[in-house]
Nanobody, 116 residues
Framework: QVQLVESGGGLVQPGGSLTLSCAAS????????MGWYRQAPGNQRELVAT???????KFLDSVKSRFTISRDNAKNTVTLQMNDLKPEDTALYYC??????????WGQGTQVTVSS
C-alpha cells in the first residue's frame, strides 16, 4: 500500500512564500511521476507542477515563474517551493504520484491560503 504524507500548507500574505513537501511511503514500488495539483472551491482540480524520475517538469502557466519543483528519488519525496504567492493561489493542494504498474495515488490535501 502506498501512502502520501503532505506538509507545509498554511496562511501567508500576498508576496510571501511557502514550501510544500510530500513523502511517499511503502515498499517495492517504482515511482515515475510526482507532483502537485490544486483545487479551489467551485473549480476543477488542476495540475500545478509535476516532475518525472528523469527530471522533466511541467508547470501550470500562471505559476511557472514563481514556483519550483524538486524531488529526491532515493527518498521518494517531492517539494514545491512557492514564491510571490497571490490570492488566486489559494486552494487545497494535493500531492500525487504515478507508480509503474500500480497507478496514481493522491494525498489528502493541504490548505494554502493567501490573504492579507
Amino acid at each position: 500500500q502506498v501512502q502520501l504524507v503532505e506538509s507545509g500548507g498554511g496562511l501567508v500574505q500576498p508576496g510571501g512564500s511557502l514550501t510544500l513537501s510530500c513523502a511517499a511511503s511503502g515498499n517495492g514500488f517504482n515511482i515515475y511521476n510526482m507532483g502537485w495539483y490544486r483545487q479551489a472551491p467551485g473549480n476543477q482540480r488542476e495540475l500545478v507542477a509535476t516532475i518525472t524520475s528523469g527530471g522533466n517538469r511541467k508547470f501550470l502557466d500562471s505559476v511557472k515563474s514563481r514556483f519550483t519543483i524538486s524531488r529526491d528519488n532515493a527518498k521518494n519525496t517531492v517539494t514545491l517551493q512557492m514564491n510571490d504567492l497571490k490570492p488566486e493561489d489559494t486552494a487545497l493542494y494535493y500531492c500525487m504520484t504515478d507508480i509503474f504498474a500500480l497507478g496514481t495515488y493522491w494525498g489528502q490535501g493541504t490548505q494554502v491560503t493567501v490573504s492579507s
